[in-house]
């Protein structure tokens, strides 16, 4: 059954696309069952907060790319974070030992006068610009809520500009109304990719994995190369050249599936490369299954065996000791819908309790639809039943439940959200580098940082007691999820 | 001046932004409703609009965070499809009716952005119809109409209209405009710091943003006596408008006074205003410059030794660029090279800033002026000419600048975290030589 269409230049949004839904109440092994059935809905909001968009997921899987540039087709306040996809990008140049250079960003600046007659103009010339200035090999084109609305023909511009600079000059669909999903920005950057940027496979590279990731620290030249294999990460910080070249690798593999859902399986449909289907790879039992999984695929199964039992056994004794020191430890956990499940299964696995767990968002499926890949079936499958919301980053949900729940940590991502825990007095942390809790190392690296957060709360509690929440006394003794309507 | 060199570098696609230095009239508004403490700003927007302007804005301003009401706890009607076509009417009213029993608030302000305004959306009436329940009002910023000092603007412009009452004048009070909160990346400091010394001269002083009571900072604005605008541009539309309504004179005072001998004019400028008896002044003065002097000997050493009469350049909204360059050349003895103003002021205040930038200096050299936002063009300005010492916005930390020193005193700064942290008055100039001698005194 296909089911990546690269021949439409937009991609379907997740809603319809994958039966995503932003809000939902009650437990995992529930939300897994009536994804299945056929029974969930999406349930609106009467109160919504800030929470992100497809244009900002999109840019951040391309902005890093590093012969390519991005010309963002918007008002300039689209562009007001680019300071930081700049900050990121010097962050990974830094790491890499490379010369510190500013990202390749542009903003068309939309104004009234655009809007009126029309941001076609402009935008041509920015992309003009973009050539001039950074000489790339492609030009991604990103859209936003103004371009769609006034309705410019971004596509056709593109096509346009591809033959007047004889470089590819890519659309990327992103436009933050289309979706409440705004992973689907990760989607439309990588339909982009696979559509205009990929070239079919020439030659086979047996030992080459793609990893779909955003941009944490190596941890696979270690683990791969025990395999005999090589991780290609992608799409942040390559090159043009390395991603015509996806389709040489032997399979691909992805840390946190709600970000490589897409690519992963465009990769598998239409060049070849196959998917790693398994749970993700972060608690013993996810881990084992990842990499056997790999194992098979790539034909080395007796390699994967050697390493898991070398690495089990490497990390036994601390782990003994974390599990000992961190039993009944209450952590409740905030993600992102595929790395909140992998958190949950550290957690359990560390022998702590997760008295709740909210992620931003849930897929009833992956575009592969192989069950193997449902992470969070697999975390009741192996730890049984765990509280379990979708909250849409919407905090106000968010601090109402902590507040009730009240436990001894709240592990979390995104920045937005960190705050909250700290200003209930509860200790919080926040892990930007969604490698540090992967594999067996990753057990050992979250049990000590959760040992050090739980330490010393003397900041978190000073910060409660002196800051008034911004919610009244009525919310905070509401139900938490009050204001989630009834599925349509 | 370098007349080529201008002409060179500006005339491509003006337009087009590189690693923009500010954000769209929303971003302005929003950071301005977070900075009057106890405002929740409503956005009527897209989802993603509030979470670009905390990278934008408030990341981009020092590393700063947005506070109770910001980020991920300000209210959105995050519009999608369906309110592109149907209109989003509903959704605000269902939004401000919720907000007004979830969130406490002492001032709500709706902020609608790009999508409203574009289908048409009649925020205005919705937002009246929740006149007799809250203190609200609407700030009208779609995100294409400018950009964060446009939206500070609004924000004012809204709170003039629609929430200020006149008020009988209370003596020696006045209120300060113009320095742009998020934008100045110096603004809690630099506020602070003009409210105490003018305190300790006798005045009362509202500085509106970051007062303990943002919504009775805003409301007491009739009452002063005098409106002190410290930019050569921005905030002057709002002192108009209260000129207008409730009769308050304005003074620009065009930058913001580093150092010592520009702070004691001020100091005087605003006395003689305010009809302050002159030793009030005499005192503070005093004091301060005692200290600010004395402490000069502390930094002479590694000033002479380490940054004697050094070429610099600065790049920086305007009235941060003028007080900059003035204390570096008047009083530090350094040798202003270039400056590269950063907020896009009207053409019609370019005159004044570039008078401002060269005259009254006392070094020889004078610096060459130029208006530009865009990163890349800033970017081959820097090439053509040799700095020891650049102080600019972290943007710039990184370009090959040869041996000059740097340091990040303008937005965006990513690379420091500034709170209290100012350059403004007599200790701003010590603090200047401190951040800037520990780069290159430092990390040896
Ligand atoms: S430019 Fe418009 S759509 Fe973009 S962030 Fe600003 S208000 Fe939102």
């Not at chain 1, 991604?140 to 346009?160: H, L, P």
């Not at chain 1, 968002?361 to 575009?367: A, F, G, V, Y």
């Amino acid at each position: 059954m296909p089911t990546i269409n690269l021949n439409t230049a937009e991609v379907p949004i997740r809603e319809s696309r994958l039966g995503s839904v932003t809000g939902y109440k009650g437990s995992a092994g529930e939300l897994c069952r009536r994804s299945r059935d056929g029974s969930l809905k999406e349930r609106e909001r009467s109160f919504t907060q800030c929470a992100t968009c497809a244009s900002i997921t999109a840019i951040c899987q391309v902005a890093m790319i590093r012969d390519a540039a991005v010309v963002n087709h918007a008002p300039l306040g689209c562009a007001g974070d680019f300071g930081n996809f700049n900050f990121i990008n010097r962050a990974g140049q830094a790491k890499r030992g490379w010369r510190l250079a500013n990202a390749k960003l542009l903003n068309s600046n939309l104004d009234e006068q655009d809007i009126v007659f029309g941001g076609g103009g402009k935008l041509k010339d920015a992309v003009r610009e973009a050539k001039t200035r950074f000489a790339p090999k492609v030009i991604f084109v990103t859209t936003s809520c103004a371009s769609g609305i006034i309705g410019d023909d971004v596509a056709g511009i593109c096509e346009e500009m591809t033959e007047e600079l004889g470089i590819p000059v890519v659309s990327i669909s992103c436009e933050g109304f289309r979706s409440q999903i705004w992973a689907t920005g990760f989607d439309a950057a990588y339909h982009a990719i696979l559509r205009r940027v990929m070239k079919p496979a020439a030659t086979r590279r047996p030992d080459l994995i793609n990893v779909i990731n955003f941009w944490g620290e190596d941890i696979f030249t270690d683990l791969f190369g025990r395999l005999g294999l090589t991780p290609n990460y992608v799409v942040p910080f390559t090159t043009i050249g390395q991603l015509e070249r996806l389709s040489e690798a032997a399979a691909t593999v992805q840390v946190c599936s709600t970000l490589g859902t897409y690519l992963a399986a465009g990769l598998e449909e239409h060049f070849g490369v196959p998917e790693v289907k398994a749970p993700s790879p972060y608690g013993i039992a996810g881990t084992d299954a990842w990499f056997r999984e790999l194992g098979r695929v790539t034909g080395k199964e007796a390699e994967v065996e050697v390493l898991i039992a070398e690495e089990k056994e490497r990390i036994a004794p601390e782990l003994a000791e974390l599990r000992e020191r961190l039993a009944g430890v209450r952590g409740f956990v905030s993600a992102g819908a595929v790395h909140g499940h992998s958190l949950i299964a550290i957690l359990r696995e560390l022998g702590m309790e997760v008295p709740g767990a909210c992620v931003w968002h849930h897929d009833k499926r992956l575009d592969h639809g192989d069950p193997r890949g449902d992470s969070l079936q697999h975390v009741v499958t192996e730890y049984g039943e765990v509280p379990f919301s979708v909250c849409n980053k919407q905090s106000f949900e968010l601090v109402n439940l902590l507040n009730r729940l009240r436990p001894d940590i709240f592990i979390v991502r995104h920045n937005g959200m960190a705050v909250w825990g700290a200003k209930l007095g509860i200790p919080t942390f926040l892990m930007g580098d969604e490698h540090f809790g992967l594999g067996y190392e990753g057990l050992l690296n979250y049990g000590r940082k959760i040992l050090d957060t739980i330490t010393n709360p003397a900041f978190v509690r000073n910060l409660a007691r002196h800051t008034r929440l911004p919610y009244t006394e009525w919310w905070l003794s509401q139900e938490p999820f009050a204001f989630l309507g009834e599925g349509a | 001046m370098t007349a080529t060199a201008t002409a060179e570098v500006i005339d491509l696609y003006p337009e087009v932004a590189e690693a923009p230095r500010y954000s769209c009239a929303l971003g302005g508004a929003y950071v301005a409703a977070l900075a009057a403490y106890g405002t929740a700003p409503i956005l009527h927007s897209g989802a993603g609009c509030g979470i670009g302007q905390q990278f934008g804005q408030n990341y981009a301003g020092g590393q700063n965070a947005a506070g109770n009401y910001g980020n991920t706890s300000t209210p959105c009607s995050c519009l999608v499809e369906e309110h592109v076509v149907f209109g989003g009417e509903e959704k605000l009213r269902s939004l401000i009716d919720s907000t007004l029993k979830i969130v406490k608030a002492d001032l709500y302000a709706v902020i609608s952005g790009c999508i409203p305004s574009l289908i048409g959306d009649d925020v205005d009436a919705v937002v009246k119809e929740f006149r007799d329940k809250a203190s609200i009002i609407h700030v009208k910023t779609a995100g294409f109409l400018g950009n964060s000092y446009t939206g500070y603007e609004h924000f004012l412009d809204a709170v003039i209209e629609q929430l200020l009452e006149p008020l009988p004048k209370e003596k020696k009070l006045v209120n300060i405009l113009g320095l742009v909160p998020s934008q100045h990346l110096h603004w809690k400091g630099s506020l602070r710091v003009i409210k105490s010394l003018l305190e300790r001269a006798g005045v009362k002083v509202n500085i509106v943003f970051s007062e303990k009571d943002g919504l009775g900072a805003l409301k007491r604005i009739p009452a002063a006596e005098l409106n002190l605008v410290f930019s050569p541009w921005v905030g002057i539309k709002a002192a108009e408008k209260l000129k207008e309504k409730f009769d308050t004179p304005f003074e620009v005072i065009p930058f913001v006074p580093v150092g010592p001998r520009d702070t004691t004019s001020f100091l005087y400028q605003v006395g003689k205003l305010l009809n302050l008896p002159k030793k009030n002044i005499d005192r503070v003065v005093k004091e301060e410059e005692w200290w600010a002097y004395r402490s000069a000997e502390y930094f002479g050493d590694i000033l002479v030794i380490g940054l004697p009469h050094a070429f610099f350049g600065v790049i920086a909204d305007s009235g941060t660029a003028i007080g900059l360059t003035r204390y570096g050349s008047n009083e530090l003895g350094w040798l202003p090279e270039l400056v590269i103003v950063s907020d896009n002021p009207p053409e019609e205040s370019r005159d004044e800033i570039r008078r401002l930038l060269t005259e009254g200096l006392a070094s020889v050299v004078k610096p060459k002026v130029f208006f530009e936002t865009d990163s890349h063009k800033i970017k081959l300005i820097l090439q053509k000419h040799s700095l020891q010492l650049l102080l600019g916005s972290s943007l710039e930390k990184f370009l090959p600048k040869g041996e000059a020193v740097f340091l990040s005193v303008s937005f965006p700064s990513y690379d420091r975290l500034i709170i209290d942290r100012t350059y403004a008055g007599y200790r701003g100039g010590v603090a200047l030589m401190e951040d800037v001698a520990s780069q290159y005194a430092g990390p040896l």
